[in-house]
């Protein structure tokens, strides 16, 4: 399915907001880390799955370390920019706040993504030049 050395980041496809930080991570990952997949798609369901995670309670980007770890809510976002380019690296000194904080600011955001960014009917489509980022 993918290279084990991949890191995969796991998004609600049909947010434009999620949608948004994805092109945002895409153009900061200058080291080629990341594969993507929306939540709706059938890889998705399945990295899901694979890790018991019910997807009608997940209301979260994910980040899979193949073989050693998987992160939701804010220690996936914050573990994600360790891996980008600087200065948005730096964003990873929240992790130091604590995670019931964190995750309440996270959860009220992901809450309102689609009342304040909106939504589209399907999963966003990758550009040719960005397909091999995809796992679908």
């Not at 980041?9 to 153009?27: E, H, M, P, T, Y």
């Not at 709706?40 to 018991?52: A, F």
């Amino acid at each position: 399915m993918s290279s084990p050395t991949k890191k995969i980041i796991l998004f609600d496809g049909v947010c434009n907001l999620c949608n948004g930080a994805i092109q945002f991570i895409i153009k900061r990952d200058t080291q080629n880390v990341f594969l993507f997949t929306p939540l709706q798609s059938e890889t998705g369901k399945k990295l899901l799955e694979e890790r018991r995670i019910d997807p009608k309670n997940m209301d979260s980007i994910i980040l899979i370390e193949p073989n050693v770890a998987y992160y939701v809510k804010s220690d996936a976002a914050l573990e994600i920019v360790k891996y980008l380019n600087t200065p948005w690296r730096f964003i990873s000194i929240f992790k130091a706040l604590p995670m019931g904080f964190r995750n309440f600011v996270y959860d009220f955001i992901a809450k309102n993504r689609y009342r304040w960014f909106g939504k589209e009917d399907h999963c966003m489509i990758p550009t040719p030049e960005l397909k091999t980022k995809f796992l679908d």
